[in-house]
T-cell receptor, first 110, second 111 residues
Framework: DTAVSQTPKYLVTQMGNDKSIKCEQN?????MYWYKQDSKKFLKIMFS???????INETVPNRFSPKSPDKAHLNLHINSLELGDSAVYFC?????????FGPGTRLTVT | EDQVTQSPEALRLQEGESSSLNCSYT??????LFWYRQDPGKGPEFLFT???AGEEKEKERLKATLTKKESFLHITAPKPEDSATYLC????????????FGAGTRLFVKA
């Protein structure tokens, strides 16, 4: 039974399009995150939600908008995609400490 | 500025050749330090949490230790299946408990 799942796994799209990535966790955790991992494999936090409330919002372009309909879901919507948005996006969930990651969504913007 | 630095960037070992990975950190307040393993094409997998200087945790061939400025991940008699990227992360006790990741150490173990 998958703990943290993301869809889609791969996403190829053109510049200027709008796309969404979905994330679901069945661990009963209160906190969920979105991370971006660039080509150098550096993992950087984008957003964090606790009980559906935004608690961390790093310096991310406002083209990126997270939405948490309930504690088990945290979706990421990206408007007007740019070449520099190409990366792997990871969703994670946690209790107070260790985080459990999804398998990632590889976004390629052409 | 809060920072996590891992070294070396890459490490090549022969099977059975023990070694250590380093994670040094400069943060305003430490809530916990974590080690993760990441295989190609997959998400990071949690290994250990360390909370205070002097603490040690072990799992199979891996042992993690923590001082006030750095953490070590010791790998004893590694096997090829230990090949992966090992990530160190620090959870702050301020700013919404943000977690900062290091760039990782890519470990290659040759049979």
């Amino acid at each position: 039974d998958t703990a943290v799942s993301q869809t889609p796994k791969y996403l190829v799209t053109q510049m200027g399009n709008d796309k969404s990535i979905k994330c679901e966790q069945n661990l009963g955790h209160d906190t969920m995150y979105w991370y971006k991992q660039d080509s150098k494999k550096f993992l950087k936090i984008m957003f964090s939600y606790n009980n559906k409330e935004l608690i961390i919002n790093e310096t991310v372009p406002n083209r990126f908008s997270p939405k948490s309909p309930d504690k088990a879901h945290l979706n990421l919507h990206i408007n007007s995609l740019e070449l520099g948005d190409s990366a792997v996006y990871f969703c994670a969930s946690s209790t107070n400490y260790e985080q459990y990651f999804g398998p990632g969504t590889r976004l390629t913007v052409t | 500025e809060d920072q996590v630095t891992q070294s070396p960037e890459a490490l090549r070992l022969q099977e059975g050749e023990s070694s250590s990975l380093n994670c040094s950190y400069t943060v305003s307040g430490l809530r916990g330090l974590f080690w993760y393993r990441q295989d190609p094409g997959k998400g990071p997998e949690f290994l250990f949490t360390l909370y205070s200087a002097g603490e040690e945790k072990e799992k199979e061939r891996l042992k993690a230790t923590l001082t006030k400025k750095e953490s070590f991940l010791h790998i004893t008699a590694p096997k090829p299946e230990d090949s992966a990227t090992y990530l160190c992360a620090v959870r702050l006790n301020t700013g919404g408990f943000k977690t900062i990741f290091g760039a990782g150490t890519r470990l290659f173990v040759k049979a």
